[in-house]
């Protein structure tokens, strides 16, 4: 079936270096969506992707979707100790109505 | 923040107890589901529901059960509580563009 692989499984930076986190589909994605889950918390929905070669940016995040939907990437610029969690990237399952297939997240850590 | 609501937060329960895990959300939302994850873990998802009367299972075995006799209300049911349903249990809802709104989760742990 169909998967995403989510790279790197943790990343450790000192706050004020950059993050990216990348989502990889052997097969062409209809959309991409971005959840960010605090230690302790829920996952929280950040962003959705679905043009080929988009790219979108809240703040400090910049999201990509590849040219050829098949991968995309979550950049934080400057990282802060408020970036901690861990984050997800998704997929909906095309006419499977709603359903997603979540990758197995990309944990970040800010050294003050 | 959507509204999408969980109980309980905590359950500490003996092995083959029945217990049922609540979750509410008040956005209309057609879609909604249940998901397993351990700590550190990615998300499974062991039910769905499309609307009411409407459930499926997910692709993680689960020996729970769920109902979706209301819109807002989407149960899951353990018959028998076991340590290997020792896990974090997170309900979510979607609406038409698919992003999900997940509640804060109830954390299960079976003695």
């Known amino acids: 079936g169909q998967q995403v692989m989510q790279i790197p499984q943790y990343q450790h930076v000192q706050e004020g270096e950059d993050f990216t986190t990348y989502c990889n589909s052997s097969?062409?994605?209809?959309?991409i969506q971005w959840y960010k889950q605090r230690p302790g918390g829920h996952p929280v929905f950040l962003i959705q992707?679905?043009?080929?070669?988009e790219v979108k940016k809240q703040k400090r995040l910049t999201f990509q979707f590849g040219e050829a939907k098949k991968n995309s990437s979550l950049h934080i610029t400057a990282t802060q100790t408020t970036d901690v969690g861990t984050y997800f990237c998704?997929?909906?399952?095309?006419?499977?109505?709603?359903?997603?297939?979540f990758g197995q997240g990309t944990e970040l850590s800010v050294k003050p | 923040e959507a509204d999408i609501y969980q109980t309980p937060r905590y359950l500490v329960i003996g092995t083959g107890k029945k217990i049922t895990l609540e979750c509410s959300q008040t956005?209309?939302?057609?879609?909604m589901y249940w998901y397993q994850q351990d700590p550190g873990m990615e998300l499974h998802l062991i039910h769905y529901?499309?609307?009411?009367?409407?459930?499926e299972k997910g692709d993680l075995s689960s020996e729970s059960t769920v109902s979706r006799i209301r819109t807002e209300h989407f149960p899951l049911t353990l018959e028998s509580a076991r340590p290997s349903h020792t896990s974090q249990y997170l309900c979510?809802?979607?609406?038409?563009?698919?992003?999900?709104?997940f509640g804060p989760g109830t954390r299960l742990t079976v003695t």
């Open positions: 979510a809802s979607s609406s038409k563009t698919y992003e999900q709104y």
């Open positions: 097969t062409t994605l209809s959309n």
């Open positions: 992707l679905v043009k080929s070669g």
């Open positions: 998704a997929t909906g399952m095309g006419n499977q109505g709603g359903k997603l297939i």
């Open positions: 956005m209309g939302h057609d879609k």
């Open positions: 529901s499309y609307g009411v009367n409407s459930t």
